[in-house]
Every structure is written in C-alpha cells, then in structure tokens.
C-alpha cells in the first residue's frame, strides 16, 4: 500500500512517523496495535493543538483533494476542516455527477489527473475496492472515506480512538453493537479493529439484520466471542460500550416485522437507567430518531465527542501520510 | 444570544468587541445604536485593510462553516471572501439537498456536528426562525445569513452602512422603499434597523405588495413616520435614498394588473431627472430588468458600491463574534 | 484588454510581467511569441517552485473567483490548485444552475459582483463570447477557461508549452491532431497558436469532422501547411505530436459510417510501433477509449505531464495578471 513514488521536497527520516509517510490508508486492516497506538498519540497531539491554538501550518502549502462520487456532508467537512486546521488547502469534488468525471472517465485517470495538482487524495466512493483500485494507479496517498458497503477505516479508528479516550483502554471491554448490523459499514470495520483485544461483542439486531457470516467468523478465528440478540435489554446492564446505528425501515419487506421490532432499537433515557455508570453510547451520525434528543444530557452519551476526535483522528492521518507528524 | 461555552484559546479582553464576542447574529433586533457604530468602525477599518493590503491574517487558523440550505451565491461568496481576506478558511456547504444533512437529521444535529469543526457558523435556511433555532443548541456563534421570509440581518447591516457612508448621516432622511414591499425580506429588516432616527418613510409599491401590517405599526410605534404610494414619481423628488426591490410576475393573480404596474417600478436615467443631485438608488441585487443598465453610469447609482460594502460588513462581523476586532 | 481599473495596493514595476498585469487573457490571439517565452519561462520557474517546496505566498491574501457555468472539474481544480500553490484563496462557484446567478441576472451584474470580493475572475461558459463580455464589464481580470466552442486559451498554453517541453522547441515541427476537428476548441485554439512557426499540420479526422474551413484558412493565410487525412497511418511515421482528442458517436447520424471509422482513431501500442521514437502523443483528457490503457507506459505518452504542465501555466499567468510574475 505503498504510494508508487514521492516528490522532491524535503521529507522527514522514514521511521518518525511509524511507517505511515506516502502511505495509502485503504483498510482496518492495515493497523497493527503498534501503528494504532502511534495514531492516537498523534490525535492527542492534535487535540492540544486545535484546544489551544485553533491551528498549526504543519501542512502549508499542501493540497488535499476531496473526491467524493457520493455525498457526505459531515466526513467531507471533517476532512476539510482536518487539512485546514494543519495549514493545508483542500480542493473540494463534491458533485461528481455534474462533473467530467462522470463523462465516463475512469477512476484511475481521475486519481492520476488528481495527484498533478494535489498531494493527497480523500476518496468516497459508492463500489467496495474503489480505493484499492485506485491506489494502484496512484502516486500519490489515498484515504478511503468509504467505499460503498466496504471499508471506511477512518470512521473505525475514530471510533476505536473515541473508546480507548472514553475508557480508558481498548482491551477486555464488553462492546454491544446494536441495530442495522447487516449493512452498516462502520460496524463491521470497528469489530475488526477491536479483534483480539479480549472484547466480548454482544450483537443486537432484527433477525433479518444480523451480522454478516463472515464477520462473525472472523470473530470466531480470532479467538474472541460474541453472542447475538434481539432484544438490547438482555444486555444493557453488562456493556462497556453501545455502538448505535440505525434500522432502516426500508430494509424490511415484512412492515409488520418493522413495526414489530423498531422500538426495541429506540435508545431513550429509561433505557440508559438499566446501564452502568460507567460507559459510553457512540453513533456514527446523522440520526434519525434512534437516540433520543434527551439522551444528549447524559454524560455517557459520547456521539459529539465521537464526531470531535474524528477532526483530530483524520489531522493525524494527514499529517502521517504527508510525513508531518 | 450568547453563545454556551468558548473554547480555550486566548481571547480579549471582554470589552474590546463591545460585547460582540462569542454572541450570535440573529436579528436586527439586536443591535443597540452603540453597536451599529462599532460595526460600521470596524467596516471602515477593513474596506482600509483590504485596499491597502488586500487582506490580514487576522483570523488565520479559523473556520468558517458556510451552511446554505437555500442556494445563494453572492451571499455566500461574500461571507466566503470575508473570512478568507481575514486569513481564515472556510468549509462551503452549497448543495444540501445532496449532502447527509438532507437524511432527515435535524438542523440540531447538524449545526452540532459543524461546530466539532468549525469556529463559527453562517446559515442561510428556508425557514423563518431557523437560525435563532440553530443558536439555541450551537456553543460556536451562529450568523443568520436570511431565514426564509423572516431576517436576513447581515444586508441591513450593509444597506445601514451604505447609507451612513454615502450621505454622510443615518438621521433625519427620507427614505423611500420601491417595489415588492411585502416579501421583501431586507426592506423588512432595513425599516426595522432605522426606527428612531427621524426618518421619514416613503412605501412605494403595488397595492398587492404593500408593507406588511406589522412593520408599518412598529414604524408609527417608534414614533417615526411613512406614507404609502403606487406612484413614485410622487416621491422621487425628495428622497435621499430609493431602495429598489423587484416586483415579480408570479406574485400577481391578476396578470393584467402586473401589465399596468410593471413600468412604474422600472428605474430610468429619465425617473433619476426628477431626483435630487445628492440621493443614492439602492438594490439588493440581483436585478432582473428593475433598474436599466444606463442607470450605473449615474454616481448616484450606489448598488455595486453596497455591494463591495457587503464585504466590508462580514469581515468586521467575523472578526467581532470571533474576537479578533 | 486591459482591466479598466486596478487597486491602491503596492504593484510592481510596469514591465516585470511582460504587460500582462492587469490584462484580461480572453484569447491566444492575444500572445506574441515574446509573451509567449515569457509566460513559459514564468511556469518554468513555477515548476521548480512546486517540486522543491510545493508552494509559495507569492498571491497570499489575494481571491479567485472560479465562475464555472458548466462543469469541468480538471479545470476548475487545476485554476483551484493553481491559486492555492502560490498561497491565494479560492471562491469556487461551480453549480451555477443552482445558484442567484441562474436567476436571471445578467453576466455583467455577476462579474461586477464578483469582483467586490475577488481580485480574478476565472470564467468558463457555454456560450461564445463570453469572456469577452465579462472583460467589457469587468475592473479585475478575466481569465477564459472555455466559452463554448470559441476559445480555451489556457488549454492552448499548457499544450504549446508541453511541446517546447517535450521536444525542445515549438518550430518546424510535424504537428498531427485527430479525431473530431470540427467541434474540438483545443485543437483549434492550439493551431492558432502554432501558426508562422514553420509547423506541418498534419489533421487527421472522419469526413464529417474536418477542421473548419475558418481554421484551414487561417493556417493557409499564415503561410503554414496542412495536409488532410482519415487514415492515420498515412502520417504516423513522420509525426512529431500526435494529438489525440475523442471522437464522440453522437456527432455521427449514419451510425454504420461511426463503425467504419472508430477503430482508426484509438490509439494502440500497435499503432505507436509505426512512429518515431522520438515523438509525443497528448490528449486535453478526460478520454473515453481513444487511448488505450497499455499505450500509457509509453515514455511518448505525454498527456499526464501535460496535465501536471496545466498547473504550472496557470500559476503563471495568475502570478502575471496579478503583477506577481
């Protein structure tokens, strides 16, 4: 995943930041516990920075294009947001369908044409593998903001980064995920960055919503456990972590299944009563009526923090891959 | 209208912005005679800052979330370039029907979300009472950049300061409001901003289209005067200033009503005859036919001029709720 | 073309930029052979610049208007970077459909808008004459980035300036274009500018998509000479640049005349076993098939750099407009 060449200009000794310079960062993956652990320290970092002084000029005169083939306000803003606050400039490719490029081109020669102007390249796409694909023609590093029901490993170390803050470790926790577990995305790329770290996973969904196989024996070959659900009150009282996503009414084509199950999914402050003192509930955002707004009171309810580490989360990566961190 | 919390970067000291810093832009409401003076300082003190130097790094290092859920290109191109000459950045966010904050999430959820971002908010929404809903939930300042048919206090900010700037005063004028005076949002807000001062009103439009009601009552409440007119060339000798609004075909039932009105709301070189020597015609822009090009030729044609102070305006309001003026 | 106005700020000595600041660059007309070395000159320099430190503050604090009324995202992005690799900002305006500007404002109001917050405009538009239209209007510079079928005068640069590249000078070369001739700007804009060069043009095209007559005689006029083809392999051998553009099966109403024909005008590693080795072939990219992926590893294949080359032209003439070259 090593980007197939590199500019000219000044670069830091190869081994400052952990492997990550001129990186492609495409999957979970690609994470050892090692280079998770330099990640979060540089998100620390990170954190002090915009706390104190709102930016750095880590990455002037750098310029970061934002290729997205499907829209996503809030991680094409974090993106952006992550590059400006370290000084950098960002051209913003958001309406793709309006665009050259949707006049047939390929992906590999827009990322080509892309890195003549830019340094690093942010890719949301609607197919799973288009980063990889992309990567292979690229010289330049490419950050996977998605890839249809693929990978978004940014959306995973954040919330890996958010946990570990929250809690104090990633190891031994009982971590519950709960609602659309068939097609979320970000599920599936958190359990396997938690996996063999001693989590117990608790899997909560409809029936027609469960795990995919695959994951669950990924689980299993790890050596970890799970164990599935339906109903979250069989396990609100145990859990270290409740990771929320949302149940779309359209993935049912049984509606009296729907109705049947969809307040089960609902998190509300009577529920919470059932929960420990210590834990945390997460959501990768937007919702739609799942958590509800009195929620946002409760202390545990970490889903703004989780947003805010996803701007140092993503900081750190840019200033990683463009040997600045 | 204070923003909940602050962040912990060095701020001034509390008095410098006259109160300004940290506070929301909501309504034209809020701006005591005091503040409209330290506004228009500030103003006079950017339109020299970008003459001289083009621009300062006065807020370098900021954010600025540009949140247009209506499309607005020259509203959000101003606030764009007056956060850019003050050495910020901006996060554009133009196509929100295509963007995850179409998803049904809440405008809560999403100014939220921003804010984890960015160091301040510009929003232009549909809906009368959006942005004071928006700053009910945001800790980051919240400026209102036109909320449906309700306020759009950044233009009557700038049409107040254009007056000031071109006449010399802001008391005792005569000032005339031409054309669709009912939905006109900013001669709503421009009315609002200039009670108490001794002006004398003059309402010119089509009866169809005559001020509201409840501005006409908050002018005779304030003691101040207005007359209404479908001629203005009842008026046009006496005015010190004639904002020009557009009277638009699909307001009218009766098309042939539309036909008999139409001419009278059309500025001309040979109308502007019948004018004083020191007046200014105003518009908001854009203009679709209401004042004809032979008109810019005439110095008393002030609408680019408000334009520019457009500029000059948002920066000093940037500066002024980011604590930097 | 001369911008009508320029700022109070401090400029430089009238002839470091060759005349052009403060110049509108609307055609290739417009470029002698003396402005021409100097703007390749100035991107030489820009070259170097971007390799060694990626950027510079050259245009700090200084606006772009990117005013795109029809998409084209490798140009936008290119004039976007362009700006930001000498340190300016950006206001990009690229879904003009949405925005005021499609509500029936006329393009002199935009442009006079515009520059009350910018100090360049670049503009590319559907119709013909646009640029020129904006200029009449405009106090800050235009930049034509595509009107229509009419000009693209920056296209014309950066390929003129990839041949002198390439090849070591822009004289008494064997110059080839193909594929659709009659409608593709580039390759009319490009012949314009190679004219009294001593250039064979070789044009290479179906029947139904010859050079225009226009252009034909304005080589002829010149005292140039071109000689025409449908069959490629009449010029392949002795060619010095191919230059490849698409040619699109909705020019074609006889359908079994676009089969016929197609296969001639896809460039192979076959094909390029005819030519010289030392030789190029370009394209203004995006392409669609009429290169193949293979011919890519080619050393000749040029069109990548000329890419990367759009960067450093237009760096340079915005430095020059702007009195920074």
């Known amino acids: 995943m090593k980007a197939r060449s590199t500019s000219d200009r000044p670069r830091p000794a190869d081994n400052t930041t952990n492997g990550l310079y001129g990186q492609h960062i495409l999957s979970v993956r690609q994470f050892t516990p090692e280079v998770l652990e330099y990640i979060f320290g540089v998100a620390d970092e990170m954190r002090t920075l915009v706390e104190r002084f709102g930016s750095a000029d880590l990455l002037q005169g750098q310029i970061m294009a934002n290729l997205f083939y499907e829209p996503s306000t809030r991680t094409s803003s974090s993106f952006m947001a992550a590059m400006q606050r370290l000084g950098g400039q960002v051209i913003p490719i958001n309406s793709v369908k309006f665009s050259s490029v949707s006049k047939g081109e390929s992906l590999a020669d827009t990322v080509r044409t892309l890195e003549c102007y830019a340094d690093v390249i942010v890719l949301r796409h609607y197919e799973v593998g288009a980063a990889a694909e992309a990567a292979r023609w690229a010289h330049k590093p490419i950050i996977n903001a998605g890839d249809g029901v693929g990978e978004h490993p940014t959306q995973a170390l954040l919330d890996a980064y958010t946990i570990r803050r929250e809690l104090g ?157």
């Open 169 to 325: 470790r990633l190891d031994n926790l009982t971590v519950a995920m709960l609602g659309d577990l068939r097609f979320g995305r970000t599920v599936h790329s958190l359990t396997r960055l938690l996996l063999r770290r001693g989590i117990t996973f608790r899997f909560v969904s409809p029936r027609l919503l469960r795990m995919p196989d695959e994951i669950r024996q990924e689980v299993t070959g790890a050596g970890d456990t799970f164990t599935e659900h339906e109903d979250v009150h069989e396990i609100i009282g145990e859990v270290d972590v409740l990771y929320v996503t949302r149940v779309q009414k359209e993935r049912f084509t049984d509606l009296a299944e729907y109705e049947r199950v969809k307040d089960s999914y609902i998190i509300t402050p009577e529920l919470l009563r059932e929960a420990k003192e210590q834990m945390i509930v997460m959501h990768p955002l937007p919702r739609v009526g799942e958590i509800t707004y009195e929620v946002d009171e409760d202390p545990r309810a970490a889903y703004f923090r989780q947003m805010q580490n996803g701007l140092y989360i993503r900081m750190a990566l840019l200033a990683a891959v463009l040997g600045r961190a």
